[in-house]
Structures are given as structure tokens and as C-alpha cells.
């Protein structure tokens, strides 16, 4: 008598259908089941890829479709790559890019290591730490709009105490000068977590029968922290500045919410900026040439990057 439901499926399957699958061989059923996702990637991914680079050489704007569309070779990139306004989004970019990953690893990696070790209450401050980290940007962003305004903003009378200055003196997210170090606090204080747990779950793979030989030698705390720790911690810091840096390359939502890229467009990132010359100037092409440099910058230097961590890996 059937009871499985894979019995079921099986006396349910035409005789036909049955017999056809039965003569396949194991990689044709590997075959038949990935073909599905291979044309969803394809679909979903390559194709909108491919179209991108296509219309990168030509004058198209998606709102003339009726407009003859002229095949421009490689001027929107060569007017991309001379454009001083674009090099100053990138140079904001990389202002955003570096120091939310140093902050990020520098501050990460020590509430990891005080955290691995063992006291009371561990597992509630691990929990409160990690919360940031679970609102969307969005909310961040409106959240930490209001923490900003000279005015009322807790943030501005934090710093007042702190320094003796008037709250209302400043506005992070109104000066030119403050602006940058605004987005750049805001993105430390939402994805420290996430680099916290990267290198807490490193600092937990390590063996305690290490640290016993070490101790066997005499070798210090201090000694052992930098021959055992950061040597078995280093793979997951980098895979952690990886996983950030192809984040905040693209970063959008959260600079826009905070200050829309600007005052000015002293925090406008190469994203902001992308959108704006795609659906707001509608220069489909140029901002598809711009698309395609930005995405073989970050797949270039992932790909370069990638090749050191599998080195650091392997030794």
C-alpha cells in the first residue's frame, strides 16, 4: 500500500512521461533542473547587462522612443571619463567608500573581540548591538534626519556637552564641511554590526588548543593577539571589507534620505549621480556608458581583491 507522498507522485506520473525520464541519464537530470535558474539568471541578469552596454554607444533617451536613435561609438564614454563633475562624485564616493570601511572594520572587530569573550549579559549586548542593523534604510535615514537637525537633534546636543559648543551652531547635514563625516557616522552606525558578527564568527573558529600551546611558550597576550588572532581573524576582515565595499560602492537610499546628495553635490555618490542622468536629464545612453564603467570598476577591483583573499586564505 502507497503512504509516501513520493509514492503518490510516482503512481500519479503518466507511464509515457515516466519511461522517457527513467532512460535519462544523471546529468541530464542535473541538467533539466538547473536549466530553469540558468534561464532566470540569464533573463533577470546577462540580458539587462548586455542591453546596457548596447545603448551605451548610442544617443537614446527612453523618453523620445519615437526619436531616430544614432550609433555614437565611444563618446559618451570618452565625455563621462572628462567630465569634472563626474570625478568629483567619485572622489565623494571614495571619501564615503574609505572611511565607512576603516570605521567600520576598526570599531566591528573590537566590539567582536570584547564580545568573544565570555561575561555576563553577553547574548542581550550582542542582541542591542546588532538592531541597527535590522531597520531598513529608509528609516535609518529619517531616524537619524531628525538626530541631525541643529534645533532639536540629540546628536548636536551629545556634541555640544562633549565640546562646549552651541547645538544650534552647526548642522551636519546643512554644512559643507560636515556633511560627508554625517553619511559617513550614520552607515558606521547601521553596518558595524554586520562586520562585528564576520569577525566575532572568526574569532570563534579559532581553536582554544592554540591559544594553550602559545600559553605553553610563555608567549604574551599581546603576542598572541597579533601571531594567532589577526592572522586566523584576517580572511574574515577581508571577506568582511568585500562584502561592505561592493555595498557602499553602490549606495544609494540611506545618503538620499539623509541629505540627497547634497548641500551642493558634496555628497553626491556615483549612484545619486547615476540616477540623475537616467531619470531625470533621460540620457538613457550616457547613463548606460556610465553604468558599464562603474560596473567594470567595482567587477575589476573585486576580481583583484578577491585573488589577495584567496592568497591570504591559502597560507
Not at 563618446?75 to 567600520?104: C, E, R
Not at 561592493?246 to 549612484?271: A, H
Request: charged share 15%; hydrophobic share 50%.
Amino acid at each position: 500500500m502507497l503512504h509516501s507522498p513520493v509514492d503518490r507522485v510516482a503512481e500519479a506520473t503518466p507511464h509515457a512521461m515516466a519511461k522517457r525520464f527513467r532512460g535519462l541519464s544523471d546529468r541530464s537530470l542535473a541538467w533539466l533542473f538547473v536549466t530553469p535558474s540558468i534561464v532566470l539568471l540569464l533573463a533577470v541578469n546577462i540580458f539587462p547587462l548586455i542591453w546596457t552596454i548596447r545603448l551605451s554607444f548610442t544617443n537614446f533617451r527612453v523618453n523620445r522612443p519615437n526619436a531616430e536613435v544614432a550609433f555614437v561609438g565611444l563618446k559618451n564614454y570618452v565625455s563621462i571619463l572628462s567630465d569634472k563633475d563626474i570625478w568629483l562624485t567619485m572622489q565623494a564616493t571614495a571619501h564615503f567608500l574609505i572611511w565607512t570601511l576603516v570605521l567600520q572594520v576598526l570599531i566591528g572587530f573590537s566590539l567582536a573581540y570584547l564580545i568573544n569573550k565570555k561575561f555576563r549579559g553577553n547574548d542581550l549586548w550582542t542582541t542591542i548591538i546588532v538592531l541597527p542593523m535590522m531597520l531598513s534604510p529608509a528609516v535609518v535615514g529619517n531616524f537619524w534626519t531628525f538626530l541631525y537637525q541643529p534645533q532639536i537633534g540629540l546628536f548636536n546636543y551629545a556634541v555640544g556637552f562633549l565640546t562646549g559648543a552651541d547645538p544650534s551652531s552647526f548642522s551636519m547635514i546643512g554644512d559643507v564641511s560636515l556633511a560627508p563625516w554625517a553619511i559617513v557616522i550614520v552607515d558606521t552606525w547601521m553596518w558595524t554590526p554586520f562586520v562585528m558578527l564576520i569577525c566575532l564568527a572568526g574569532l570563534r573558529s579559532i581553536p582554544d588548543s592554540i591559544y594553550e600551546a602559545a600559553e605553553c611558550d610563555r608567549a604574551s597576550k599581546w603576542r598572541q593577539f597579533w601571531t594567532i588572532t589577526i592572522p586566523l581573524v584576517l580572511p574574515f576582515l577581508m571577506l568582511a571589507v568585500l562584502f561592505r565595499g561592493i555595498e557602499n560602492f553602490k549606495m544609494f537610499d540611506l545618503v538620499v534620505q539623509l541629505t540627497g546628495g547634497g548641500p551642493g553635490s558634496i555628497t553626491e555618490l556615483t549612484s545619486i549621480n547615476l540616477k540623475r542622468e537616467a531619470f531625470e536629464k533621460w540620457r538613457t545612453g550616457y547613463a548606460s556608458a556610465y553604468a558599464v564603467i562603474l560596473f567594470v570598476t567595482v567587477f575589476g577591483l573585486a576580481s583583484i581583491y578577491v585573488k589577495a583573499l584567496n592568497k591570504v586564505k591559502q597560507r
